[in-house]
């Protein structure tokens, strides 16, 4: 009902389950999925990971209650644009699809920190040397300004922060930001927020 009378949002389809997804977006060909994590058989972050596979996926959306936090870090890892709280007011619902229609990431800068602070916090995930690794060989082959920019991601920090710390404008931000997802190919600055806090680095 709130998507449907928004003329910018037309809703194609729905599911009641995840294993109904794949099929579901092979059919209607969605730009954007709105996911709930919590479904009957198959939940949401197994048909979100499912959906990443796909040679020209569409963009996830998560729905998730705050205390699911390990969920909401598994999907992002998977490649999803962000999550929503399901106490969302109506209007912000419309712009989170919106805004990942456009390739933006849903995440405000203070859910960013939240979710860095409870991993860096937690206890180390199993493999986690492998991971750090995995991370640390990414990195290596930046530049010493994207490296800056990635680092200032893994802290939370907005474009325009970024901008004032390292003295660039926030075109230009922009600019590093994209060429980050593109040289590590990943979906969304959060995925670049987490592998850097996987290599140690904050």
């Given at each position: 009902?709130?998507?449907?009378?928004?003329?910018?949002?037309?809703?194609?389809?729905?599911a009641a389950?995840g294993?109904?997804v794949p099929a579901a977006?092979?059919?209607?060909?969605?730009?954007?999925?709105?996911?709930?994590?919590?479904?009957?058989?198959?939940d949401?972050?197994?048909a979100?990971e499912?959906?990443?596979t796909?040679?020209?996926?569409?963009e996830?959306?998560?729905?998730?209650?705050f205390?699911?936090?390990?969920?909401?870090l598994?999907?992002?890892?998977?490649?999803?644009?962000?999550?929503?709280?399901?106490?969302?007011?109506?209007?912000?619902i419309v712009?989170?699809v919106l805004r990942?229609a456009?390739?933006?990431?849903?995440?405000?800068?203070?859910?960013t920190?939240k979710?860095?602070?409870?991993v860096?916090?937690?206890?180390?995930?199993?493999?986690?040397?492998?991971?750090?690794?995995r991370?640390?060989?990414?990195?290596?082959?930046?530049?010493e300004?994207e490296?800056?920019?990635?680092?200032?991601?893994?802290q939370g920090?907005?474009?325009?922060?970024?901008?004032?710390e390292?003295?660039?404008?926030?075109?230009?931000?922009?600019?590093?930001?994209?060429?980050?997802?593109t040289?590590?190919?990943?979906?969304?600055?959060?995925?670049?927020a987490?592998l850097?806090h996987d290599?140690g680095?904050?």
């Amino acid at each position: 009902m709130i998507l449907g009378g928004v003329p910018e949002i037309r809703v194609v389809g729905e599911a009641a389950d995840g294993a109904e997804v794949p099929a579901a977006v092979d059919r209607y060909a969605p730009d954007v999925v709105l996911m709930d994590i919590r479904m009957p058989r198959v939940d949401g972050l197994t048909a979100t990971e499912a959906l990443r596979t796909l040679p020209e996926p569409p963009e996830v959306l998560v729905l998730t209650t705050f205390d699911a936090d390990e969920q909401v870090l598994r999907a992002l890892r998977a490649g999803a644009g962000g999550f929503l709280l399901k106490d969302t007011p109506p209007v912000e619902i419309v712009r989170a699809v919106l805004r990942v229609a456009a390739g933006e990431a849903t995440l405000s800068p203070t859910v960013t920190r939240k979710l860095i602070a409870q991993v860096t916090a937690g206890p180390a995930p199993s493999g986690g040397d492998a991971r750090q690794q995995r991370a640390l060989r990414a990195l290596a082959g930046l530049t010493e300004r994207e490296r800056q920019v990635a680092l200032a991601l893994g802290q939370g920090r907005t474009n325009a922060e970024i901008s004032a710390e390292l003295f660039m404008s926030v075109a230009t931000v922009k600019a590093y930001v994209s060429r980050l997802l593109t040289k590590l190919e990943l979906n969304n600055r959060v995925q670049v927020a987490l592998l850097v806090h996987d290599a140690g680095l904050v």
